[in-house]
């Protein structure tokens, strides 16, 4: 397996416009994550999956934000009438989850996508 | 809530420098500890972890040991290469709930031939 990939890895538009990108994570992985990443900053939390379950979102998805996981495999984030404080990187990262108390959650990021609203 | 604090970069070392990236955290429960590195235009690698006190991850020549009484997980590097520059994220998650990891904002290091 080659890691995790996105698609596309640039995406400009205008501002109002629709925009979909794709993240395929690592085959057996069953939790997917996405962030957003604006510049000097750490990756923000959007939502997570965990296989085709969206367990919990995070308050920075606005309602022009939506993402999907319908087969627990790839995942789909759409934004919606794009604004151009949406402009950022966006990432995926996937994880092979699992709690035994003491245990983690390691997580392998994708490329990411970086956006540009004009 | 759950928090980390990075040092504020850009940190400028010479080739063959030493290297300190200090990192400390807040958090509820019983943290797990990552560093990651970010090249340019490229998404983030994890670089090491530790999982419980005491604990020490390594890679590539970079050390960080897992400090539950100063709360910290400092990223050290006896010689810094060129090819080290990048930006380097730490991280916490806690487990026992959904291990959203909380990253710090990225210290930048530049490594001067």
């Known amino acids: 397996d080659t890691g995790v990939s996105q698609n596309p890895r640039h995406k400009i538009t205008k501002r109002g416009q629709n925009v979909t990108f794709r993240c395929d994570p690592i085959s057996e992985h069953n939790r997917l994550y996405w962030y957003r990443q604006t510049l000097g900053q750490g990756p923000e939390f959007l939502t997570y999956f965990q296989n085709e379950a969206q367990l919990e979102k995070s308050r920075l998805l606005s309602d022009r934000f939506s993402a999907e996981r319908p087969k627990g495999s790839f995942s789909t984030l759409e934004i919606q009438r794009t604004e151009q404080g949406d402009s950022a990187m966006y990432l995926c990262?996937?994880?092979?989850?699992?709690?035994?108390?003491?245990?983690?959650?390691?997580?392998?990021f994708g490329p990411g996508t970086r956006l540009t609203v004009l | 809530g759950n928090s980390v604090t990075q040092m504020e970069g850009p940190v400028t070392l010479s080739e063959e420098a030493f290297l300190t990236i200090n990192c400390t955290y807040t958090?509820?429960?019983?943290?797990?500890l990552f560093w990651y590195v970010q090249y340019p235009g490229e998404g983030l690698q994890l670089l090491l972890k530790?999982?419980?006190?005491?604990d020490k991850g390594s890679n590539k020549g970079f050390e960080a040991t897992y400090r539950k009484e100063t709360t910290s997980f400092h990223l050290e590097k006896g010689s810094v290469q060129v090819s080290d520059s990048a930006v380097y994220f730490c991280a916490l998650s806690v487990s026992g709930g959904s291990y959203i990891p909380t990253f710090g904002r990225g210290t930048s290091l530049i490594v001067h031939p």
């Open positions: 958090a509820t429960g019983y943290p797990s």
């Open positions: 530790a999982t419980k006190a005491d």
């Open positions: 990262a996937s994880s092979l989850a699992w709690d035994l108390g003491s245990g983690t959650d390691t997580q392998y």
